[in-house]
């Protein structure tokens, strides 16, 4: 049965009940569905969106502009050059005429306080398409993923994130485990655990769903019966790249590779929100390998391009989740 979401931001995970998340998700393999069958569904042919970015994309901003075009919407991109916004308009006077000319807004960038305040002055559905703390839509295509592998429902598998374990993308993992009653673990170096506070709240979330939450240090404790070794970039967009250095100190440890999923269940999945540092074929990788010697850095070749991976069906069902997203909240 459909919930109704319609007139909703969608800015984290928090804020959606479990139905409500797996109507979504729901909604999403059907959208995948249709596509795949040729079934025509330009629903929202009366709607336009527009897509605010201040940080860089390939899959979230193309997810957008395929799913609206898909669902008959206009499309306006603003990248960061291109809009007054903060330089010689504030953020709620944007708002506020964006929200008179369009039905919905997508946001990426820093602050999550940016995004909730879009919501605030606009008036309409705001939809998180990446902040400094939360990477919403991208939840609803990992589990839509997840579910593809192992079933509709998830409660009990357990998804490990390799790494940066307070980055945007593992706050988000998280939330949606706790929310979905899987088992979380969070596998990283004390230095970058998740805040106290988003434990508290997930801790609370898991005690209602029967959720499991873990953190460790150890690898080993991590793909110990693992179902999902999930990993992300070791330095996230916006953090400074002096860092580096201090980074890959850090994570090495926790790099994805062939010896990690082997300690895993044989049925394992690999998945990664993407772009990933697998080899050095990009500016950033091939520096890296000049100045520290890695050929890979979060995830190797033997994983990125074995059989346990599921990254590239991952990026595709972005494109069918956002369009759940943006139907059942623009319908
Ligand atoms: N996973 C993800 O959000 O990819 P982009 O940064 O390319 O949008
Ligand atoms: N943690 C990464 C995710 C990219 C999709 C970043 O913020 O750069």
Not at 59 to 78: I, K, Q
Not at 193 to 198: I, K, N, T
Request: charged letters at 25%; hydrophobic letters at 40%; aromatic letters at 10%.
């Amino acid at each position: 049965m459909g919930l109704n979401i319609r007139g909703r931001s969608f800015l984290t995970l928090l804020d959606y009940t479990p139905e409500e998340i797996e109507y979504l998700i729901d909604l999403g393999a059907e959208f995948k569905r249709m596509k795949r069958c040729g079934v025509e569904h330009k629903w929202l042919s009366d709607k336009q969106i527009v897509l605010l970015f201040e940080k860089t994309s390939t899959r979230t901003r193309c997810s957008f502009e395929v799913g609206a075009r898909d669902l008959g919407m206009g499309v306006t991109f603003l990248d960061p050059g291109s809009s007054q916004m903060g330089k010689k308009e504030s953020l709620a006077d944007t708002a506020k005429v964006l929200g008179r000319l369009y039905d919905g807004i997508e946001y990426r960038g820093f602050k999550q306080s940016v995004v909730e305040d879009l919501a605030k002055y606009s008036g309409v559905p705001v939809w998180n398409g990446l902040t400094d703390d939360f990477h919403p839509t991208q939840m609803l295509a990992d589990m839509l993923t997840a579910r593809e592998e192992f079933g509709r429902d998830l409660r009990g598998r357990k998804l490990t994130f390799f790494g940066d374990a307070r980055n945007n993308v593992a706050n988000s993992l998280m939330v949606a485990c706790a929310k979905l009653g899987l088992h979380y673990c969070a596998c990283g170096p004390k230095e970058l655990m998740p805040s106290e506070a988003l434990i508290e709240k997930c801790c609370a979330i898991a005690a209602e769903t029967g959720a499991e939450l873990e953190f460790t240090d150890d690898p080993a404790c991590g793909a110990r019966d693992c179902d999902i070794l999930y990993t992300d970039i070791w330095l996230s967009m916006g953090e400074p790249a002096e860092l580096w250095e201090q980074r890959i100190a850090l994570l090495r440890p926790y790099q994805v590779n062939g010896a990690l999923i082997a300690q895993a269940k044989p049925t394992a999945i690999f998945l990664h929100c993407l772009p990933a540092f697998h080899d050095r074929n990009t500016t950033v990788g091939e520096e890296i390998y000049e100045r520290f010697g890695l050929e890979a850095m979060e995830v190797t070749d033997e994983v990125f391009l074995g059989p346990q991976a599921r990254q590239f069906r991952e990026a595709e069902n972005r494109m069918h989740t956002i369009k759940a997203v943006l139907w059942a909240t623009l319908q």
